[in-house]
């Protein structure tokens, strides 16, 4: 007896899956009042002042009252597995127990919530050694335990897409009008690539940010110019070569056949917690040798990439893929970057990319999230190709 299909309409599964994401943002969107008040209260007590901006909550950067020099580098520390529903009024005494806290910044979604990771910065690289070692784990509330870690403290930023004539000197002074605290600049241009790209170095990690949240807007607004702004990486390495366009395909998918596209994974906060979002796509596209059909029957419940394209190796015959996930670092919002290899068997080249997710309840479910994510990213490629 062959083994039949069932179409299943595209619509069912899509709008399952946008129901799932509804479902599960509004529940992670509901604010407690009782936590609330108790943040109102404990304010009205200590006379703090939190100064919310570009999606973070500040309390000092200095405080009132700071003996001392600014803090230097290493003096930061990052704090995830945040309970959403938790704020300064816990976190901030907490922390004040190791040392005088010189900057506390809570990253905040536009609900009300926090967005589950937070910066506390000491006066000295000791005391942020102090709290990683007192605080890493601490159980802040029944099955929930603080993930505390040095902070990257990135200050570099890199601006491309620059017109060929930028010189240097205008730059800085433009720089310098939209944001504060430029260090230097340092311009660089790359063969065969019109316009140039700048280096730019900042005295701080938060200048370094508020200037990435503004700069783009800023130039498209007075100059018409539309840049690129992004983190430079501290890794020296030389620009890999352009790599040809891959032939086309013989790997086709059937006109009929209808994959669900997931809903693009958002990238800028509100997030609802535990999602992840994709990093550009799967570095290899390699054609399988058959066509695929359509998906067997899909039940009626949880849809979620991992299992769709489960099924699609078992509607024709194969084994489950196979994945491989590597952490790589944390990036300065919080996301957790993490590279994998999915190898599809019957495939002569395994797909490769790269994944990002936020900190969530445990290792299990952040890896679980990246999973889903790469294997979105796969399914995609499938259905571009």
Known sequence: MSRGTINVPFINLRTIFE????????????LIPERLKSLEIWLQQTHMKLIQVNGQRRYGGPPDVWHGDPPGSGCE???????????EDRLIPLFSAVGPIW????????????RGFAYAKYGSPALAAAAIRSLHGHALEPGVRLSVRRSTEKRQLLLGELP???SREQLLQVLRDFTEG???????????EEGVSADVVYFSHHLASMAKKVLVEAFKKRFGLSISVKWLTSTKSKTPPRVPKTPPSPFKLPHRTHLPLLPPRLIRPPLPPGFSRAVGSPAHLAPPPPPLS???????????????LQQLCEAHGRRPPLYELLYQDTAPDGFLRFSYRVCVPGLAVPFSGTVQTLPGPSTTAVQEEARRAAAEQVIRALHRI
């Open 19 to 30: 129901k799932l994401v509804m479902d599960r943002t509004e529940k992670d969107q509901v």
């Open 77 to 87: 520390v990052f704090i995830s597995q945040i309970p959403r529903d938790v704020y």
């Open 103 to 114: 900057e506390f910044r809570l990253m905040m979604n536009f609900s009300g919530q926090n």
């Open 164 to 166: 060929a004539n930028t």
């Open 182 to 192: 430029v260090k230097c600049v340092t311009l660089k241009s790359s063969l065969g």
């Open 294 to 308: 359509p998906f067997p029957g899909q039940e009626q419940g949880r849809v979620d990439a991992v299992r769709l």
